[in-house]
């Protein structure tokens, strides 16, 4: 559920008409609806209460100050994959007990910030990487607190380039050899065992392969307290699919039981790193239709955004909704969506039926999660800029870019 919704075939963020905010701001425009982010962190939350748990938010599915702010004062911790996305939340006043980092490749300097600032859980993903840190620790003389994300060989049943789960993957430790390791870091004079971690995929729809991942984490969890080697809490990752089109997710509350029921009474924290889930419904992308054009084979709606601010569609072929700000009561136009890039690969979405004429406003839905935080300069185009809609308010949370800030790190030299 989001706070985008038609009132007399106008689009509304909240109490706000998208078209005069994209008159107001221009166009392309993200714009996010914070009773959309509330409430799905209100949902996250009551799916776990009653159990010790830590909701740590994919920093990676949108990095914007504002929503990470937003966030914490809701009571977020936070997942992070880089120095940047661990600087961002240092920046906005999160507390570092409540971040956690990934990655499969964190730099010495990135292990290092993280042990100095004292976060809340370093998951490791290779014995090399378990060395590397123990290093960093003995340098430092400072501890750390440590999970092993768990490869658990799961089929996420999503798209490829969005499944990690699978011994194919470059992600996570196999289960046979977490064992061992967890036994050189409870003897490691700086690290502590602190979970056991996961993240098998995104946009998973079902909640057959989160419980299949569970189970054999808690495998893992039996034969480490067995040994003696106690653990304080079991992330599962993110990964919770939203709907974009006609797909039909567990809610929250759903996909957290399956995981609840399997833990039982055992006495250990569940976290979890909700990214698409939380952000992805509470943003659109807003874009101007600029030219119609018909040709032997097709309709194109041209319009200002492309994959530079959108790369969804472009890069995983992934289907977004596109409709109109403002309804017409006109024949519909079948058409591709494209936008103004020099690629063939250059569309928002493909055979869409739109009322639409020149200047007319589209909006694409589910734009929230990775759709800001994928964008780039491509074809020297500015960040679109971002605002926040909270009832009849509406603030800028991000300026578009001047010509400027797309030069202003570079040297032309004078030869
Ligand atoms: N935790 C870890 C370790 C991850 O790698 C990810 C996402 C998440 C949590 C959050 O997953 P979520 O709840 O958002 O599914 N760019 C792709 C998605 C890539 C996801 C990468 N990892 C897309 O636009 O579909």
Not at 13 to 37: H, N, R
Not at 349 to 365: E, P, S
């Amino acid at each position: 559920m989001d706070y985008f919704n038609y009132q007399d075939g106008v689009l509304y963020a909240e109490d706000l008409k998208v078209s005069d905010l994209a008159a107001q701001f221009g166009t392309p425009l993200y714009i996010y609806s914070k009773a959309t982010l509330v409430r799905h962190m209100q949902a996250f939350e009551q799916a776990l209460a009653g159990k010790k748990h830590l909701i740590c938010y994919a920093v990676k599915a949108n990095s914007n100050l504002a929503i990470l702010a937003l966030m914490r004062s809701l009571g977020a911790g936070f997942d992070v994959v880089s120095e940047g996305e661990l600087r961002r939340v240092l920046k906005i006043g999160a507390d570092p007990k409540k971040v956690i980092f990934s990655g499969v490749g964190k730099t010495r300097a990135e292990l290092t910030l993280a042990v100095q600032t004292g976060i809340g859980c370093i998951n490791i993903e290779s014995a090399a990487e378990l060395e590397e840190l123990s290093s960093v620790c003995a340098q430092l003389k400072m501890p750390a607190k440590v999970a092993l994300r768990v490869n658990p060989d799961v089929d996420a049943k999503t798209h490829p380039s969005i499944s990690t789960g699978l011994k194919s993957n470059k992600f996570g430790i196999a289960a046979e050899e977490a064992f061992a390791l967890y036994q050189r870091i409870a003897a490691d004079p700086y690290l502590k065992v602190s979970g056991i971690d996961c993240h098998i995929g995104s946009q998973m729809t079902s909640n057959g392969p989160i419980a299949e991942a569970t189970e054999k984490l808690l495998t893992l969890y039996g034969k480490l307290e067995a040994a003696g080697i106690l653990v304080d809490h079991i992330d599962i990752g993110g990964g919770l699919g939203v709907t974009y089109g006609d797909e039909n997710p567990p809610s929250p509350y759903e996909y957290m039981a399956a995981v609840l029921q399997r833990v039982g009474k055992r006495e250990v924290a569940i976290y979890v790193e909700p990214g698409r889930a939380m952000v992805a419904n509470a943003g659109i992308l807003v874009t101007q239709v600029q030219y119609l054009k018909q040709t032997a084979s097709k309709n194109f709606c041209i319009v200002d955004a492309g994959m530079s601010d959108l790369i969804r569609p472009a890069l995983y072929n992934s289907w977004m909704n596109i409709v109109e700000c403002e309804r017409r009561d006109e024949p519909k136009l079948l058409c591709d969506v494209v936008g103004p890039i020099c690629e063939s690969d250059d569309f928002l979405g493909k055979d869409r039926k739109l009322a639409v004429k020149a200047h007319d406003y589209l909006a694409v839905r589910g734009a929230g999660a990775y759709g800001m935080s994928m964008a780039s300069n491509y074809n020297a185009r500015r960040l679109p800029c971002e605002i926040l809609v909270d009832g009849a308010k509406v603030e800028v949370i991000r300026a578009r870019e001047s010509f400027d800030d797309l030069w202003r790190l570079e040297n032309p030299l004078n030869f």
